[in-house]
């Protein structure tokens, strides 16, 4: 019995991941589709500022409980979620959300291959590489300015990995993502109004855009996220984020009719296979590691 339920729980950090993918990617496109009326900034402010709100009444957090240590990792992350969000979105007003995720996914693969300690879980790792590479080469004829917010995205992200795993296990709660979503918001909310409130105010239905880019692009990935960082390690959970461009591709296709080229599709099945070996490979291994051990502890926290 307890094989079999080891066997099930394998499959549960890999599915977590799929499932944020998912909504994130989705969010993602609603996003970009309301770009005719308003511009990514403001939607990346109205995101955080929505999320911070329903997390903060949800989880109601107490600052004053929280120890020097907890404040450092909760500030880094708001500020990450607050340069990400725009560099994402602006990402993907210059290219199609299949190929802006497979950029924004070199930041957690550069994470995954510093920290491999084992060949397949390397090859998995420069596999996923490899196909970003490709991607981005030149001659790839994609706009300068879509890459660079791309490769701004994947560095934030490369931190936001580190840094929710942080704060995951520094709290037995989901004080410390409210606290950070909240520190994210202050920072972007009054730059988004400044440059787009006055449009906000015309069009009063962006509001429940933004609400709903919210829900999707923020609150459900970043919780799902930093349960899936309490029970493996930020190595196996870079190379399972492997698995977002080809649902960005499909999310693209179906909600928006973006295209990708052969070329895109050929980088893009690169970095899913490699997502398909971590899913074979890395969860149960997590679980034998030291750092697996720590997020293991941290559930077991949580769940307490």
């Known amino acids: 019995m307890n094989a079999r339920h080891a066997h099930r729980g394998r499959w549960v950090p890999p599915l977590l991941v799929l ?150 296990l520094l709290f037995d709660d989901w004080s410390g993502l409210a606290v950070a979503l909240a520190v994210g918001a202050c920072l972007l909310t009054p730059v988004a109004a400044v440059t787009h409130g006055a449009t906000v105010a015309r069009h009063p239905h962006l509001l429940l855009t933004g609400l709903l880019v919210a829900v999707l692009s923020s609150l459900i990935p970043y919780s799902l996220d930093m349960t899936a960082l309490r029970r493996i390690d930020v190595r196996a959970f870079g190379v399972l984020l492997a698995m977002s461009p080809a649902v960005g591709a499909c999310v693209g296709f179906v909600v928006l009719g973006e295209h990708v080229t052969v070329r895109q599709c050929a980088a893009i099945a690169l970095v899913v296979i490699a997502g398909a070996w971590s899913v074979r490979s890395a969860p149960g291994r997590a679980d034998r590691s030291p750092a697996g051990s720590a997020t293991d502890s941290g559930s077991e926290t949580l769940r307490s």
């Open 19 to 168: 499932a944020q993918i998912s909504s994130l990617q989705l969010g993602s496109a609603v996003a970009k589709g309301a770009y005719d009326e308003v511009g990514a900034i403001a939607l990346a402010g109205m995101r955080l500022l929505f999320s911070a709100v329903i997390v903060c009444v949800l989880v109601r957090p107490r600052p004053g409980a929280m120890t020097p240590r907890q404040w450092r990792a909760s500030i880094a992350l708001g500020v990450v979620f607050a340069t990400m969000n725009v560099a994402y979105f602006q990402a993907i007003t210059y290219l199609p959300i299949g190929v802006a995720s497979t950029i924004e996914l070199l930041g957690p693969v550069v994470v995954s291959v510093a920290m491999s300690r084992h060949w397949r879980d390397m090859a998995g790792a420069l596999m996923a590489l490899t196909g970003v590479v490709l991607l981005a080469s030149p001659g790839a004829d994609l706009p300068m300015a879509g890459l660079l917010m791309g490769a701004l995205a994947a560095t934030c992200r490369a931190a936001y990995v580190v840094l929710n795993r942080r704060v995951g």
